[in-house]
């Protein structure tokens, strides 16, 4: 039985390469393929060595229950990109949980001003975890994705560190 998540039984660590089946498996969890992207092994261990990517794992009581792909620009903006995030089973708190200690991550402990991400205009439960969490909706990419038979349009969102101090 799948047990909710709080602030205290969530954990986040850093993933390694060894991390990669477990990170696969969960974006290749059924119904995620429509709404994040995935990666084969050779891709995933390419990005976790780039001096830009981070890639987290959470925990729920012990339990690897997601990951999260944070993307720093590489300008010198202090800006980054929640580039991917996931976890599974969907619904017991884990997302929320999760991107909270993302967020301190990005903010309090790397000092960075600006979380920025891209989700698809049908991804309600996704979009209602980044407004709950202080994310505002800056607009849309248009075309921005491509996918079999076509593109697709991106809404881009944003946190600032003044949005999340005061949220
Ligand atoms: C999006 C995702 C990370 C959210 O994590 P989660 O643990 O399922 O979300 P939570 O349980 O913390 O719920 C967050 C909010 O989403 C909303 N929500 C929950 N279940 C929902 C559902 N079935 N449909 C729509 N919204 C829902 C609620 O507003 C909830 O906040 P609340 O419980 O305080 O009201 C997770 O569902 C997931 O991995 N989805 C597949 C991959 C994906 O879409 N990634 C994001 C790509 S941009």
């Known amino acids: 039985m799948c047990q909710s998540a709080t602030a205290q039984s969530l954990t986040v660590e850093a993933a390694s390469a060894a991390d990669i ?5 969960i974006e290749r969890s059924p119904g995620y393929q429509a709404l994040v992207g995935s990666y084969d092994a050779i891709e995933h261990r390419r990005r976790m060595e780039a001096q830009t990517c981070t890639y987290l794992l959470c925990r729920n009581a012990g339990e690897l229950v997601g ?5 720093r620009d590489d300008d010198g903006m202090g800006t980054a990109q929640l580039h991917r995030i996931a976890v599974s089973p ?3 708190g884990y997302g929320s ?3 909270r200690k ?8 790397h000092g960075l001003d600006r979380l920025w991400l891209d989700v698809l205009p049908s991804n309600v439960h996704a979009t209602r975890l980044y407004e709950k969490l202080g994310f505002v909706r800056e607009g849309v990419m248009r075309a921005s994705l491509r996918v079999p038979g076509g593109r697709q349009d991106l809404v881009l969102m944003s946190l600032l560190r003044e949005d999340w101090e005061r949220h």
Do not use: H, T
């Open 21 to 25: 089946p477990f990170i696969m498996s």
């Open 90 to 92: 969907p619904g017991n």
């Open 67 to 71: 990951f999260a792909v944070i993307r």
């Open 102 to 109: 993302i967020c301190r991550w990005v903010f309090s402990e």
């Open 97 to 99: 949980a999760f991107l």
